[in-house]
């Protein structure tokens, strides 16, 4: 299957500060990624889609100022948590899709975001 | 509203003992159904999906799901579990006329498997 990039896998941040976490396909073209959130034992939340070149479309309840994502290219999202607080700390997931070519979104190994 | 269930939190099933991990989803048509696991601290893996078709559908690691329709389900179901087997295991729904790869997850059954 294809391989999603995740970097960092884990980060801690001091609060107030922005950390960006990257997401790459490394062995084809992401049309769209999409960003998820993961609490400690609960499912994971949509937080985003991105495609290329566009804006991000965030779900209902998602603060577009404080989850900045950028799709620059057909390889790279990233997502920004700005001012972080502790209680943006998470597992946050990317996944990426061709969705041109593919049926199936591929998944990062995650980040583990701590602000302390 | 639209939602995915997955009513079983926890399961514990002894090494080769039959598994069923419960699904049901609410939504005016039938989305597309997936079934993910997930090991601690790590990403996703797509074990089975159904689109279309046969409604019994065979994934990796020996997995497989039947969708019901009537029942607005699709239960995993592996026959003979393996201690490598134990992980968290999500069911997700992808809406028809959404765009593919935007996934909605049940909450998650952690399965332990005793030896």
């Known amino acids: 299957g294809a391989v999603v990039s995740q970097h960092p896998s884990r980060v801690i941040c001091k609060s107030g500060t922005s950390v960006k976490i990257e997401c790459r396909s490394l062995?084809?073209?992401?049309?769209?990624m999409f960003w998820y959130r993961q609490f400690p034992k609960k499912s994971l939340m949509l937080m985003a889609t991105?495609?290329?070149?566009?804006?991000?479309?965030?779900e209902q309840g998602v603060e577009k100022d404080k989850f900045l994502i950028n799709h620059a290219s057909l390889t790279l999202s990233t997502l920004t948590v700005t001012s972080a607080h502790p209680e943006d700390s998470s597992f946050y997931i990317c996944s990426a899709i061709n969705s041109l070519r593919n049926t199936e979104a591929f998944f990062g190994q995650g980040t583990r975001l701590t602000v302390v | 509203a639209q939602s995915v269930t997955q009513p079983d939190i926890h399961i514990t099933v002894s090494e080769g003992a039959s598994l069923e991990l419960r699904c049901n989803y609410s939504?005016?048509?039938?989305?597309?159904l997936f079934w993910y696991v997930q090991s601690p601290g790590q990403g996703l893996q797509l074990l089975l999906k159904y689109f279309s078709g046969d409604t019994l559908v065979q994934g990796i690691k020996g997995f497989e799901a039947e969708f019901k329709r009537s029942q607005s389900s699709f239960n995993l179901r592996k026959p003979s579990v393996h201690w490598s087997d134990a992980a968290e295991y999500f069911c997700a729904v992808v809406y028809r006329g959404s765009t593919l790869g935007r996934l909605y997850f049940g909450r998650g059954t952690q399965l332990t498997v005793w030896p």
């Open positions: 939504y005016g048509a039938t989305p597309y």
């Open positions: 991105s495609n290329e070149g566009s804006k991000a479309t965030y």
């Open positions: 062995d084809f073209q992401a049309t769209t």
